[in-house]
């Protein structure tokens, strides 16, 4: 069982956090609501360099008097309520809203606080695509190559015949299973080759990620037919950047996206025992810079201080996302929603991008409101649609209230 941040932190967490985590279970309740914001203490880490000295070179966030905590909100599942009760009652860790370039709200609970990193979960597939979408500009990657064009290893593999645009879009035919309570899928599989969990007895498993990939066989249906979410796909476009650019992938986003934004804070990323960074899931920053990486989509690519880092047609393209590709499979709270370069498209009319994470972890961006939201979180499981459902209706009428 979890518990709110209204209720207080249970006492068996109050001290000897480290001592007392369970290491099989670090990520399920209660003890991610401290795990999430620790990570490096007890996994492997790679540094991602902001190349900050202190807090000297970070771009400014410009702030904003007003606060939002009393504003009322009418939700889906948890009715008539304030901003505040909303943010308790989903389990929020930090959250931040910026609204025609200046920070309307910045809130910590629990064991967060603006100088603790915490776990991004799959919102770091698309801080790598961006890194990504660098190295297409530079001519490094070609969109319409073969994965096998960068990495002749796979070709024994069913990724042989996918394009770099069919990973990038989770629309490779790859039999890749993302159940996240069976211990014996391939995501379950992930987390051990990941180094984040122990194999169970009798479950044989990878050593590293790019042993499980170079595992991978089986094609169940041809690359491009339709979209499937398979965090792996992910991994393998790092494997690609590696290859090309003959660096790790936390010095890629460092040099391509860390050290322009402006950050704060030195990230990092969860390694293997290979040294690998886990691109799926194993990135970690500080609420203040996701907001800043969130904040180059909304400004077409460009950082605070006007510098393009991620080219703007880059930022065009994702969203241009196709909802056909998306609509078969779909995603429950996105009835008109789409994915495209490791975004998901809230719907055709703004074209909202989305970074999310399992446990409740969000980058919204929706740049015909000039709108940025970051919440951070620790579910008491991996997925909740009412959750999803409600904070994507919190953030709508966050942003009906800001433009009145």
Same mark, same amino acid.
């Given at each position: 069982?979890?518990?709110?941040?209204?209720?207080?932190?249970?006492?068996?967490?109050?001290?000897?956090?480290?001592?007392?985590?369970?290491?099989?279970?670090?990520?399920?309740? *209660?003890?991610?609501?401290?795990?999430?914001?620790?990570?490096?203490?007890?996994?492997?880490?790679?540094?991602?360099?902001?190349?900050?000295?202190?807090?000297?070179?970070?771009?400014?966030?410009?702030?904003?008097?007003?606060?939002?905590?009393?504003?009322?909100?009418?939700?889906?599942?948890?009715?008539?309520?304030?901003?505040?009760?909303?943010?308790?009652?989903?389990?929020?860790?930090?959250?931040?809203?910026?609204?025609?370039?200046?920070?309307?709200?910045?809130?910590?609970?629990?064991?967060?606080?603006?100088?603790?990193?915490?776990?991004?979960?799959?919102?770091?597939?698309?801080?790598?695509?961006?890194?990504?979408?660098?190295?297409?500009?530079?001519?490094?990657?070609?969109?319409?190559?073969?994965?096998?064009?960068?990495?002749?290893?796979?070709?024994?593999?069913?990724?042989?015949?996918?394009?770099?645009?069919?990973?990038?879009?989770?629309?490779?035919?790859?039999?890749?299973?993302?159940?996240?309570?069976?211990?014996?899928?391939?995501?379950?599989?992930?987390?051990?080759?990941?180094?984040?969990?122990?194999? *169970?007895?009798?479950?044989?498993?990878?050593?590293?990620?790019?042993?499980?990939?170079?595992?991978?066989?089986?094609?169940?249906?041809?690359?491009?037919?339709?979209?499937?979410?398979?965090?792996?796909?992910?991994?393998?476009?790092?494997?690609?950047?590696?290859?090309?650019?003959?660096?790790?992938?936390?010095?890629?986003?460092?040099?391509?996206?860390?050290?322009?934004?402006?950050?704060?804070?030195?990230?990092?990323?969860?390694?293997?025992?290979?040294?690998?960074?886990?691109?799926?899931?194993?990135?970690?920053?500080?609420?203040?810079?996701?907001?800043?990486?969130?904040?180059?989509?909304?400004?077409?690519?460009?950082?605070?201080?006007?510098?393009?880092?991620?080219?703007?047609?880059?930022?065009?393209?994702?969203?241009?996302?196709?909802?056909?590709?998306?609509?078969?499979?779909?995603?429950?709270?996105?009835?008109?929603?789409?994915?495209?370069?490791?975004?998901?498209?809230?719907?055709?009319?703004?074209?909202?991008?989305?970074?999310?994470?399992?446990?409740?972890?969000?980058?919204?961006?929706? *740049?015909?409101?000039?709108?940025?939201?970051?919440?951070?979180?620790?579910?008491?499981?991996?997925?909740?649609?009412?959750?999803?459902?409600?904070?994507?209706?919190?953030?709508?009428?966050?942003?009906?209230?800001?433009?009145?």
């Amino acid at each position: 069982m979890s518990y709110k941040n209204s209720a207080g932190v249970p006492a068996e967490m109050q001290a000897n956090q480290l001592a007392n985590l369970p290491r099989q279970t670090w990520d399920s309740p *209660p003890w991610n609501r401290w795990s999430f914001q620790h990570v490096s203490e007890f996994l492997d880490t790679a540094v991602v360099s902001s190349g900050a000295i202190g807090h000297d070179n970070a771009f400014d966030l410009r702030k904003s008097p007003a606060r939002l905590d009393s504003m009322v909100l009418n939700l889906p599942h948890l009715g008539k309520c304030e901003l505040d009760t909303f943010l308790d009652e989903t389990y929020t860790d930090g959250f931040l809203v910026v609204h025609n370039g200046a920070v309307k709200q910045e809130s910590y609970f629990g064991f967060l606080d603006a100088s603790k990193l915490h776990l991004s979960q799959s919102m770091a597939k698309s801080i790598t695509a961006a890194a990504l979408g660098v190295l297409v500009e530079q001519g490094l990657i070609d969109l319409n190559q073969q994965v096998t064009h960068y990495l002749p290893e796979l070709k024994q593999t069913a990724y042989a015949g996918a394009t770099i645009q069919h990973l990038l879009d989770m629309a490779s035919g790859v039999a890749y299973s993302e159940a996240y309570i069976d211990e014996n899928s391939d995501i379950a599989l992930t987390e051990i080759a990941s180094g984040w969990r122990q194999a *169970p007895p009798g479950v044989i498993a990878p050593n590293n990620i790019w042993e499980q990939i170079l595992g991978l066989k089986t094609l169940e249906e041809p690359h491009g037919s339709r979209w499937l979410y398979r965090s792996i796909e992910t991994d393998v476009l790092a494997f690609c950047m590696e290859k090309v650019t003959g660096q790790r992938l936390p010095q890629i986003v460092s040099e391509l996206l860390w050290r322009h934004i402006g950050a704060e804070l030195d990230a990092n990323f969860t390694i293997d025992s290979s040294g690998y960074g886990i691109a799926d899931g194993g990135f970690n920053a500080c609420l203040r810079d996701y907001a800043r990486f969130g904040l180059l989509y909304l400004n077409e690519g460009k950082n605070l201080a006007g510098e393009q880092v991620v080219p703007a047609a880059w930022v065009a393209a994702t969203r241009s996302a196709n909802h056909q590709m998306f609509a078969a499979t779909g995603s429950i709270g996105l009835p008109d929603g789409a994915y495209k370069n490791q975004f998901w498209i809230e719907d055709s009319v703004d074209k909202a991008m989305m970074c999310v994470g399992i446990f409740g972890q969000l980058i919204y961006i929706n *740049p015909v409101q000039d709108l940025l939201v970051v919440k951070l979180s620790t579910w008491p499981s991996a997925l909740n649609a009412e959750y999803k459902v409600d904070t994507l209706s919190a953030i709508h009428q966050i942003a009906d209230h800001l433009s009145h």
